[in-house]
């Protein structure tokens, strides 16, 4: 009922920057918070970071002060803006969305996920 298209990944060197963008559509009534999750190879999904409605954020230890979330309630987008890459920052990313519907039923969507690999 809501679905989420996430862009923006790719292969870029350490120290180099991405920025990803994702989009909700469907049948969206109130989206409470959107955030970006990760998981690496062998690894478990992990949250990056995260914003509500009202703006409040929450960063993973390991990316603060290099990543900065942002949200348009407006149109229904999240973004993650992604600096100073690190190797380890290699993993597919996603893109969650979590609120209510239309029906006024609760919602808790992922994306596709985007690739973002950190190498040189």
């Known amino acids: 009922q809501v679905q989420l298209v996430e862009s923006g990944g790719g292969l870029v060197q350490p120290g180099g920057s991405l920025r990803l963008s994702c989009a909700a559509s469907?049948?969206?009534?109130?989206?409470?918070?959107m955030g970006w999750y990760r998981q690496a190879p062998g690894k478990q999904r992990e949250l990056v970071a995260a914003i509500t409605s009202g703006g409040d954020t929450n960063y993973a230890d390991s990316v603060k002060g290099r990543f900065t979330i942002s949200r348009d309630n407006a149109k229904n987008t999240v973004n993650l803006q992604m600096l100073s890459l690190k190797p380890e920052d290699t993993a597919v990313y996603y893109c969650n969305a979590r609120g209510l519907t239309t029906s006024l039923l609760s919602y808790d969507s992922w994306g596709q996920g985007t690739q973002v690999t950190v190498s040189s």
């Open positions: 469907g049948s969206i009534f109130r989206i409470n918070a």
